[in-house]
């Protein structure tokens, strides 16, 4: 079993910037993916990032050049680095973990672009 927790969601005016984390738990194999997505109200969710074990990311066409995911080994942490933010970036961010034909997710954290 996985365990992941969010956590940095807040408010933020237009322009602005935050930095989301989830920590990671549990059993961790060599082979994995992890990502964020969003769900705005009344939207699907979606993705915004993936970082996978190789190191390689893949984002999301709406918020390349602004977000940055990353990743702390020894802390088995993943981050979004989110930067110039949109009111349309407004939506519940989930944390995601991906391996062998598993999908894990963490609860959310809200995070709100409004002046």
């Known amino acids: 079993q996985v365990q992941l927790v969010e956590s940095g969601g807040g408010l933020v005016q237009p322009g602005g910037s935050l930095r989301l984390s989830c920590a990671v738990s549990?059993?961790?194999?060599?082979?994995?993916?992890m990502g964020w997505y969003r769900q705005a109200p009344g939207k699907q969710r979606e993705l915004i990032a993936h970082?996978?074990?190789?190191?390689?990311?893949d984002y999301a066409d709406s918020v390349k050049g602004r977000f940055t995911i990353s990743r702390d080994i020894a802390k088995n942490t993943v981050y979004l680095q989110m930067n110039s933010l949109k009111p349309e970036d407004t939506a519940i961010y989930y944390c995601n973990f991906y391996q062998m034909g598993s999908d894990y997710w963490g609860r959310g954290t809200q995070v709100t672009v409004s002046s």
């Open positions: 549990g059993s961790i194999f060599r082979f994995y993916r």
């Open positions: 970082i996978y074990s190789s190191g390689n990311t």
